[in-house]
């Protein structure tokens, strides 16, 4: 995952993740079915908890085979022949499993109940390299409540969502990142911490609950959530509450992070969460026989943009970051973002201007991506250094900004579907009549989109608005349509 510009070379033998301290490989391991089961549909908060339930009941989706713990028994038979079970995943009857018996892959197959079985992760691949772009701090587009980070939420119009009291209370943001270094002390989440608003954390890489620690990239894409600085920053969703998982391992580059950032979503829907945010993606790896290529990008190949292309039919809404490849050779989206039922996330500047840094769509089979654009060049986030903000690029910042105010707008339409409130996201933005591959949809407008919702399923031809009222020689008319009409 490349988080941004300025690159940090970091050796992976001088950090001591627990992949590498314990086993020499690992897998991903797909099962054929989930018979044997001790887990069943009928006794659900066994493996989700009350809220995840609740929210699919409001959405009207009914629990599914795919919602049910892999087997036990199944786990068993991997133990047997010397694995160790990391993680499992209930959507995709899969489990993460280490061991240091080189004839592993080969036994595991060997299994009856094993679809197919891959190796993710191999330690010991040497130097990888970690970009990020810390520019200094600046002056934007002022106001006074907001101050630098103003022009950010304003470009969408979600201070109009804030102004009308939708700030994110009542929701739950899942953020799967880096570490979170400095999110435990800094002022801009002192409000945060004050009301308990982190609701649980986790750290993948370790097995520990511990994420204030090794990279500051979570931390600033938390603060465009909800950092709070009056004069200097308001993040997009400043009073919703959050779970912040890590699952990036910044120290190497392995498919082993697809199925970390697989269980950490997992573990977002049994807790409960609404929306999910992610920076990350996965092109090219430490070893090149992993690596993806554009013809994976179809939703439906990769580990990890399965999993996503599977949030929305559980009720939540996972935005995502469109990547920083699009003046590399890459050139194109980075899974997940190529998922189904999703928001991919692209960048623009303060002025609504593509980025030149943001990755292009389409996707291998042909739908656009990104879905839709914010702010991701000369973002305000909170600095590492206490009470100051500083401006960074790239798509990782893009996205969170969207998710804030994605999670507000869906705070006031709170009976809407996920499928529902991306749909009047997309529909809003600049580009809807006519997307292109670098811009997707376009900028948002959750004024407009909150009309949308508002509207529904009426029977009404005008969307819009006239003014000045009263106006006496002439006015203007501004309207929205799903479809071309006449004007008489």
């Known amino acids: 995952m490349k988080i941004a510009f300025i690159t940090l070379v970091l050796l992976c033998a001088s950090l001591y993740y627990s992949f590498a301290q314990i086993a020499p490989h690992v897998y991903w391991v797909q099962f054929t079915d989930k018979n044997n089961n001790t887990f069943s549909l009928s006794r659900p908060l066994e493996f989700l908890s009350q809220r995840s339930l609740d929210r699919r009941a409001r959405q009207g989706i009914i629990l599914a085979d795919n919602d049910l713990p892999v087997s036990p028994a199944y786990l ?10 990391l993680f499992t995943s209930r959507w995709q009857n899969a489990a993460t499993v280490f061991s240091g018996d080189s004839n592993f892959l080969q036994k595991v197959n060997q299994i009856s109940i094993v679809i197919n ?15 990020m772009d810390l520019l200094a701090a600046g002056d934007v587009y002022t106001s006074a409540s907001y101050g630098d980070s103003y022009n950010q939420v304003h470009m969408m119009n979600g201070d109009e969502l804030h102004n009308s009291g939708y700030t994110g209370q009542n929701m739950i943001i899942a953020q799967l990142d880096a570490g979170f270094l400095y999110a435990d002390v800094l002022s801009a989440f002192k409000p945060l911490r004050d009301r308990n608003g982190v609701l649980g954390t986790h750290n993948f ?9 090794q990279d500051l990239h979570g931390m600033e894409v938390l603060s465009v959530m909800c950092g709070y600085l009056p004069g200097q920053l308001i993040g997009s969703a400043p009073d919703a509450d959050y779970y912040l998982f890590h699952t990036e391992n910044a120290a190497s580059e392995t498919e082993s992070e697809e199925a970390t950032w697989t269980a950490g979503m997992e573990k977002a829907d049994s807790g409960g969460a609404d929306v999910i945010n992610s920076s990350l993606g996965y092109t090219t790896f430490d070893d090149p026989a992993m690596n993806h290529s554009y013809y994976d990008l179809d939703g439906h190949t990769t ?17 995502n970051s469109a990547g920083n490849e699009g003046n590399s050779p890459w050139h194109y989206i980075s899974p997940p973002s190529d998922a189904e039922n999703i928001l991919a996330a692209g960048a623009v500047d303060k002025n609504g201007i593509f980025s ?20 991701g060049y000369h973002t305000v986030v909170a600095s590492s250094v206490d009470q100051q903000v500083s401006q960074v690029n ?40 006519h997307p292109d591959d670098s811009l997707g949809y376009g ?30 020689d002439n006015f203007n ?12």
């Open 356 to 375: 030149y840094f943001s990755s292009y769509g389409p996707t291998y089979d042909g739908r656009i991506k990104p879905d839709v654009c914010a702010q």
């Open 205 to 213: 890489l370790t097995g520990t609950d511990s994420v204030f620690t």
């Open 443 to 472: 900028i948002p407008d959750f004024s407009l989109a909150r009309q949308l919702l508002e509207l529904g399923d009426k029977p009404q031809d005008f969307l819009g608005d006239v003014y000045p009222n009263p106006f006496t």
């Open 303 to 319: 580990i990890i943009s399965k999993e996503a292309s599977l949030v929305a039919s559980k009720g939540m809404i996972l935005v």
């Open 394 to 433: 790239g798509t990782s910042l893009s996205a969170p900004l969207l998710t804030g105010l994605v999670t507000c707008l869906w705070q006031e339409f709170r009976n809407k579907t996920s499928y529902q409130i991306m749909d009047a996201v997309k529909r809003s933005a600049s580009l809807y009549s």
């Open 76 to 85: 068993d038979s991997v133990r047997k022949i010397g694995g160790k079970i």
């Open 117 to 131: 079985a891959i190796k993710v992760y191999s330690p010991g691949l040497g130097v990888h390299s970690v970009s």
């Open 477 to 488: 008319l501004t309207f929205y349509t799903t479809s071309a009409q006449q004007a008489d």
